[in-house]
């Protein structure tokens, strides 16, 4: 018929083990085969774990005093390519990777740790990673799905909730991510481990943490210049950080700078699902060693 068709929602199946969709797996020689350079920098997180936020710290720390026009008309998504997606709307991360002009290059990648591809050890780049209590994590990706076409259709809460706990999401179960690069920092010194409870309760502590990791001597004023700049209220303003740019996703049924919080999952599960969630929790998290902070 003539009439549009609601945009339809990709398929999850299974890639070496973990639930994937075609949009991060078709180009899989290319982003298998990467050449990672000794002074690239890799942004690893689970989705919604706080990507974007350690992404525009970052570019800020490295780049905020070049060229004004990168801050403001390249989104950030342009500026920090996310290395294993192939859509058709802008260029694959691999190929924005491979011509970005700046050095060091900053990559986002969403992989778990045994899915990375191998030069990124080889070489020894920086990673850091980012990590963020499962319970918020588990609403924001929920909201996320929402709004967001090119991702799987989410159910009601609950019915997400459930696949949450299952693992069947978008690059795997939660649990293993977390507790995988929790394991592979044990062993790969150049890896920093941060949490998105430590960025909201005190981003100056942490921009001053990762600057030591990454060897800048960025001075105390323009350290907190940066902090300031990258509040959530600063972010969700700006054009190039906010995602509004992005035809795929829809504001009206959830922004992406959404609530910015820790916690926000109280007013999201009920008595019911959370005791269910800490049972399966304890479960699955029982040989983990990293603990995280559900309240602040
Ligand atoms: P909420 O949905 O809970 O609001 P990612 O960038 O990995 O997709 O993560 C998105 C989540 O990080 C969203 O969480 C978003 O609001 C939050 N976020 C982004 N920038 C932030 C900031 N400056 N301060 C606090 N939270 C931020």
Redesign the pocket.
Known sequence: SSSMKPPSRPELFDFEGVSMIHNFTDNWEKVKNFQARPDDILIA????????????ILDLLYFGNDAPERQTSQPIYMRVPFLESYFKVIPSGTELADNLPTSPRLIKT?LPVQLVPKSFWEQNSKIVY?A?NAK?NA???F??DRMNMVQPEPGDWNTFLQTFMEGKNVFGPWYDHVSGWWEKKQTYSNLIYLF?ED??ED?GREVEHLCSFLGLSTSVEEREKITKG???????QNKM?NYSTIPVMDFKI????????VG?WKSHFTVAQNEQFDEVYKQKMKNATVKFRTEI
Request: proline share 5%; aromatic share 20%; no cysteine.
């Open positions: 997180t689970y989705p919604k774990a706080g990507t974007t936020w350690v992404s525009y969403h980012v963020r918020d609403v924001s990706y909201h996320f998105y960025l909201v981003t990258v509040q959530f209220d600063a972010m969700k950080t959830s922004p992406f700078m959404r609530k910015g919080k926000d």
